[in-house]
C-alpha cells in the first residue's frame, strides 16, 4: 500500500466513524457547544502521522504543503493546532480550518467512548466544559450508553489505524504530527513527479 493507498483507507475508517457518530449525535442529543475551540487550542492534543495524511495531501493539491511545513519546522515548541483559527484572545473560540480534514482524535471527542480500566463502564470521551455546562445531558448520556445506546468505541478506531501502518499511527503532539504527514506527502510527490519525469 502505497502512501496515497493509505490517506484513502484513513478517509474511509473517518467516513465509517462519521456514519456511526452521526446516529449516536441523533439519538444522544449532544454535541459540542458551537463555536468553542477548548480542546483545539491544547498544544498537547496527540495525534498521528497517519491520521493527518489526507490533510497534508489536500493542503499539496492547494499549494500551501511547503508553507504549512516551514511554519511548523520553524516553531521551538509545540503550539496550538496550525489549522485552527482562533477568534479569542485567550484561544478557547475558534474554529477549525480544515473541518473536512480533521484527525481522528477531533472526529472522536465528543462522539466516542471508552472503558473506564477499573469499573469497565463506557465513558463518554468529551471535555470538563461540557461536563459542567451540560450536566444533566450529560450522566443521562453516561447512563444510557452503558445500557441501551450505541456509540463509537474509539479503540477501535485506533486500531484500525494501526492496522493501515503500525508506525505512521504512533502518537504525537498535534504540530509534530501534521509536519510529519506533510513531509511524507512532499517526500512521496516528489519521488511521483521525479519517476513521471524519468518515463517521459
Do not use: W
Amino acid at each position: 500500500m502505497n502512501l496515497f493507498q493509505k490517506s484513502q483507507a484513513v478517509q474511509e475508517v473517518f467516513r465509517e466513524l462519521e456514519e456511526e457518530a452521526k446516529v449516536f449525535h441523533e439519538e444522544g442529543g449532544m454535541r459540542c457547544i458551537s463555536g468553542c475551540g477548548f480542546c483545539c487550542a491544547n498544544p498537547k492534543v496527540p495525534a498521528s502521522p497517519l491520521e493527518f495524511l489526507p490533510l497534508a495531501f489536500d493542503l499539496y493539491e492547494k499549494g500551501l504543503a511547503d508553507e504549512f511545513a516551514n511554519k511548523l519546522a520553524m516553531q521551538d515548541a509545540p503550539g496550538i493546532c496550525i489549522v485552527y483559527k482562533s477568534q479569542s484572545e485567550d484561544q478557547s473560540k475558534g474554529f477549525c480550518g480544515s473541518y473536512v480534514n480533521r484527525g481522528l482524535i477531533c472526529r472522536l471527542f465528543g462522539a466516542s467512548a471508552r472503558r473506564n480500566s477499573k469499573t469497565g463502564k463506557k465513558e463518554l470521551i468529551t471535555c470538563k466544559i461540557l461536563k459542567a455546562e451540560k450536566q444533566e445531558p450529560y450522566q443521562t448520556l453516561m447512563n444510557r450508553i452503558n445500557q441501551d445506546m450505541e456509540i463509537p468505541m474509539a479503540p477501535s478506531f485506533y486500531t484500525r489505524l494501526n492496522d493501515i501502518d503500525e508506525y505512521l499511527s504512533n502518537l504525537y503532539p498535534i504540530n509534530q504530527a501534521i509536519l510529519m504527514a506533510l513531509e511524507l506527502v512532499l517526500r512521496y510527490k516528489f519521488y511521483q513527479e521525479s519517476d513521471s519525469s524519468v518515463d517521459l
